[in-house]
């Protein structure tokens, strides 16, 4: 795309400062050149409006001066996210329903909804407008999809899953295969437990690639409203996430857990089975949840304890040999003090 | 389906007390409706009866008379597993070899099997009676499937890998990827060892979506009977897994394990490559396995250690920095009795 | 494959010593038959050659007397894999276009390049020779693909992402998904920051089972040449790998962290984002990594330290509960001789 730097600034809403060119690109302020625009988010970046070729800049008043062109935005991280937004064509050039994908009779695929060849669109499913289908998808029977979702290359959606509308799932994810369920069989071995429940996922949710979201048991396993889930994430059965939740990878939520929203677990964290987490809480990286979390509580480590404990912890780590050493010099002062350890249990 | 609870009672093999009457589903106690059946699996959830609205409840003789209908049960838990069984259809509404699925010529599919559209049987391929193969799925060359098993969408199988009877394949699930083994070059560099063995998975075992499982460098990977995995795991090249072991998400076990029968690993534990396991052995939840684990052992923490040990330093561990503390104070009150640290290694 | 053992040892330019005779395949020297070869690393293992039934062994001159013919080698694991390649075919018996791939007609696949039944390759792709696209593989729009690589079923590359020569990519692994990146709303809520960048591999890469590499926000997440990564790796935005780097099996890497050349990340290690690690450096198992990494460091634990210090870290986790309770015994021996903890301060 080739546009005018003023007419980039009158489709943002912002003053344009200094000289208009035409760009067609984005860039850092290191790598973008003369017809690409950059941004520069605070005073702290401030160096390297030095030797920037960017052809603008999307900065504060401040900066304006500094650049060729400034575009001057009260919160330039996101007037730059914006403008990606126009330079960012949606992937997949293709629309329509293929002929080479497999769409079931008795699918029922809107109107300006998209179905990628190679793609299976399966019996009762329903595909709401706007809503495009990747190859090597699967939709299983009777699926809700509503409108302007987007399922990337080779998704799988079990039987029965809901989407809202605006929901974005990356490749290779799954949603609604069975939980992880059995129950011992009198003489050994063991049964499995059918799980006949479903995933529904609410709208603009956002599911990285290889993630897993299992189907309840009975009921559903719900993924609220504006959530968005990074890759390799497991989130087992009957797990209820509650709205805006930020989940980064490889985080593994086991069965029964309800979070609360606004909740934030950073990467590779796990949560035990049946832990309630309130509202805002946020459960730091590589941390082991065993137990219920307050709203707004801050936790990290294994187990999961107040954040600054456990920052201690961290700083401490690494001196743990040198208190066992510092303990034993101890008891051997004492001893030569004729106090044993020991001792004192006596006394 | 519809069907009377007495005709219910009897496919169960359960005594019927209270009025019979029309069910065509299932429900916890919270939400079941007078058609759907619930079902109660101790003392601690009795409160739970006096609201629920299920049309009959799976409960001990104690519960009979609290309830509208009961169905006598000496294991609730299980029989409602049965019951379940009954109101869930297999998914995937389809029967046959599809036309639109690739199935080489030099393929061998059973009578009964069911491959659907857009999946991919290979040369030499086998696959049993009642047998069915999703959309997505790549059934490699000369792999061997037994009889009653499923994959899901979008499983991969590579050439040669052997499924038992009864296996259940999650979607996204890989068998069979080269396991990760390079040998160094001289000069410097490395080559890739060719992964020549394969991956065998036993009878009645269950495997989860994206859990990766890959062949040995020679000879076999296996999985042993009745086994059942979570989702995102991964089973390294040259592991022996016996009967009945339960691998919960995200566990990793590295190259040339050995895992006795009736293991059982938490979520998000490591097994270090080269370890055995013994028989009936539980690794806890983000345990790190470095060492052999005896029979029976329960393990926990980085290292694996005695449970009970790893549970009295999970709840120390909050407690570090004040120890650090004491240590300090004591330090300090040596040397005010004229003792200093240090001290006691002279005498 | 049938081969003279005379003509096996010509081929891989070793000398044969003992009987010639014609051999089929490969095996471990407890498993191998009279017609297959084995190998022995060294004299650990030296035991094993009084019972071997293999036809041939790949030893050091020093073995060669103890078998009935040998293939002398003054690196025998190397040689043996050399061995291993001669007898594994390629997976997947299929060349040529195939008609029942989707082939965008705006794509170009080379003269030789292979893509198999149920592929997708978008608009603009490019596809080298000799490369090979197994089923269910997504190629994105414009993305460039070098000339001998693999890509195993189920692989999906977004658009715009660029392969070198000889990439081998395992089934289920995602290239170029969104980054994770949002930015606040003013009044609440967040926007998602379109990535428009994109992902490089470099030459020689190997790439493992449902691993996922995001593509960068703005221009590339770099994979160095030569670099091996293991099955469900997570490598966030904006990362850059340098070459020969080994990675193993879920391992996190988050966004925008620089790790230099020959590094070694083991299993379920997680790094936080922006960091950067030195070239040769070691990061063990279960580490997690915080802060940046000198070259050739070694390091281990949550936060990484130095390996030593974490090594004794290990051995002294099962003693801290005896730690605490020597604590104890200090303070009240201490008490008993007058001096109250916490009195050392106000001296």
Not at 164 to 193: C, E, Q, S
Not at 219 to 237: M, S
Request: glycine share 14%; net charge negative.
């Amino acid at each position: 795309m080739q546009i005018a730097l003023s007419a980039l600034a009158e489709r943002l809403g912002l003053p344009l400062r200094g000289t208009d060119r035409q760009v067609s690109g984005v860039g850092t302020l290191e790598s973008a050149g003369p017809d690409e625009v950059s941004f520069i988010t605070g005073a702290k970046y401030a160096a390297l409006l030095e030797n920037t070729r960017a052809g603008a800049v999307i900065c504060a008043e401040e900066f304006a001066d500094r650049v060729d062109a400034a575009l001057i935005s009260a919160n330039p991280a996101l007037d730059f996210a914006r403008l990606l937004e126009l330079f960012s064509p949606p992937q997949g050039r293709f629309s329509g329903v293929s002929e080479r994908a497999f769409v079931h009779p008795e699918a029922r695929v809107a109107e300006g909804a998209t179905v990628f060849p190679l793609a299976y669109v399966g019996p009762g499913a329903e595909v709401g407008p706007g809503t495009r289908i990747f190859p090597g998808c699967y939709v299983g029977e009777d699926c809700r999809i509503g409108s302007d979702c987007v399922l990337y290359p080779n998704v799988t959606l079990m039987a029965r899953t809901v989407l809202g509308d605006r929901v974005m799932i990356h490749p290779g994810a799954v949603l609604g295969a069975d939980g992880f369920g059995y129950v011992p069989r009198p003489g050994g071995g063991r049964d499995k437990i059918p799980q006949v429940g479903v995933v529904v996922v609410e709208d603009d949710v956002e599911i990285g690639a290889c993630t897993t979201i299992d189907r309840a048991m009975l009921e559903k396993t719900v993924i609220g409203a504006g959530t968005k889930i990074d890759n390799l994430v497991q989130v087992a059965h009957n797990c209820v996430l509650g709205a805006n939740c930020t989940i980064v990878a490889q985080v593994g939520i086991a069965g029964s857990c309800t979070v609360g929203r606004d909740v934030i677990m950073a990467g590779q964290a796990g949560i035990a089975d049946h832990v309630n987490i309130g509202d805002g809480a946020v459960v730091g990286p590589l941390t082991g949840v065993r137990t219920d979390i307050a709203p707004g509580a801050r936790m990290g480590g294994i187990p999961a304890m107040d954040y600054g404990t456990y920052m201690r912890n961290l700083s401490l780590a690494p001196k743990i040999p040198d208190l066992f050493k510092r303990v034993k010099q101890l008891e051997k002062a004492l001893a030569a003090l004729g106090a044993a350890p020991g001792q004192g249990e006596r006394t």
